[in-house]
């Protein structure tokens, strides 16, 4: 399937969960990372903010966890940028200040800086994915340009409720490939 048709199935899929089976989905994908990825030893995880609306996963879920469990691990989150086309990224605490930009993301206000190549891991939210790795966002190319600044060794794992198609038809040499991908029953590696 292409990515166009991928994105709109996947949309329309996700769109059509009650919240109860999104909080369920999200509770199994953030277990799978913590049993099955070094998260203990990484300094910074970056990771999306959930647009509820869009039945994203619910990274704060796993957010209350971290901060709990490994008060060592560093969180970060991206803001979009007054250009459209960017991401900056910022430290997010427990009294991190958040407000909701236009399009309902919660972004921080008055945080530090995180530059990309300061991360460890970046969470990638997506729409679908393929046994290979690639991906389907939402179309604006934010986490392309965004992983591009990353360290060579960063994870790169994708964040999906549902199981990899087995071929995106017209993914490209351009696209930005995940290391692994969290479905809520397994990890996929690449």
């Known amino acids: 399937m292409t990515k166009a048709e991928l994105r709109r199935e996947a949309l329309t899929r996700r769109r059509g969960l009650p919240e109860a089976?999104?909080?369920?989905l999200s509770?199994?994908?953030?277990?799978?990372?913590?049993?099955?990825?070094?998260?203990?030893?990484?300094?910074?995880l970056h990771l999306f903010l959930p647009i509820p609306q869009q039945r994203e996963p619910d990274t704060w879920l796993l957010i209350r966890r971290l901060w709990a469990a490994l008060p060592h691990l560093q969180l970060a989150v991206p803001v979009v940028q007054p250009d459209g086309h960017t991401l900056r990224h910022f430290h997010l605490t427990p009294t991190t200040t958040l407000v909701e930009n236009r399009w309902g993301i919660p972004e921080p206000i008055d945080a530090a800086e995180v530059l990309p190549p300061q991360l460890n891991a970046v969470l990638v939210p997506l729409l679908a994915f393929d046994e290979t790795g690639h991906r389907v966002g939402y179309g604006k190319g934010f986490y392309d340009r965004f992983l591009a600044e990353c360290r060579p060794d960063a994870l790169r794992i994708g964040v999906s409720l549902g199981p990899p198609v087995s071929r995106i038809t017209d993914a490209w040499d351009g696209d930005v490939r995940l290391h692994a991908c969290l479905t809520p029953e397994r990890v996929w590696r690449f």
């Open 21 to 24: 089976a999104v909080a369920q």
């Open 27 to 44: 509770a199994q994908l953030w277990q799978q990372l913590l049993n099955e990825l070094p998260v203990a030893e990484w300094r910074w």
